[in-house]
Nanobody, 125 residues
Framework: VQLQASGGGLVQAGGSLRLSCAAA????????IGWFRQAPGKEREFVAA????????YYADSVKGRFTISRDNAKNTVYLQMNALEPKDTAVYYC???????????????????WGQGTQVTVSS
């Protein structure tokens, strides 16, 4: 599975961005696509994830209510709509996928087999 992330940029605090993650290759009904982010000097952290078949979504507490993850299975693309952005959201955002993800591992980056390149999101104050 190849993943292509896009949509990052520079935005003022309170603004919005939409990230896209286009997947190519074999995915399954049970596949999970997740978004992670990594700020300078910090560990990579879970942001959100969605299960391809059921559409079930999962969020980090820090983004709940501000970010929305969605998918378009026809386009094999997952979106991350980010609203009310804050400077602390500044990071490189990565999308990741796995075809055999169990629910208890969804928030764990090392459990994802496939990764896209990152896209930079910078939120100015």
């Amino acid at each position: 599975v190849q993943l292509q992330a896009s949509g990052g940029g520079l935005v003022q605090a309170g603004g919005s961005l939409r990230l896209s993650c286009a997947a190519a290759g074999r995915t399954s009904f049970n596949s999970v696509i997740g978004w992670f982010r990594q700020a300078p000097g910090k560990e990579r952290e879970f942001v959100a994830a969605i299960r391809r078949g059921s559409g079930n979504t999962y969020y980090a507490d820090s983004v709940k209510g501000r970010f929305t993850i969605s998918r378009d299975n026809a386009k094999n693309t997952v979106y991350l709509q980010m609203n009310a952005l804050e400077p602390k959201d500044t990071a490189v955002y990565y999308c990741a996928a796995d075809n055999n993800m169990i629910q208890s591992s969804i928030r764990t980056s090392r459990m994802y087999a496939y990764w896209g390149q990152g896209t930079q999101v910078t939120v100015s104050s």
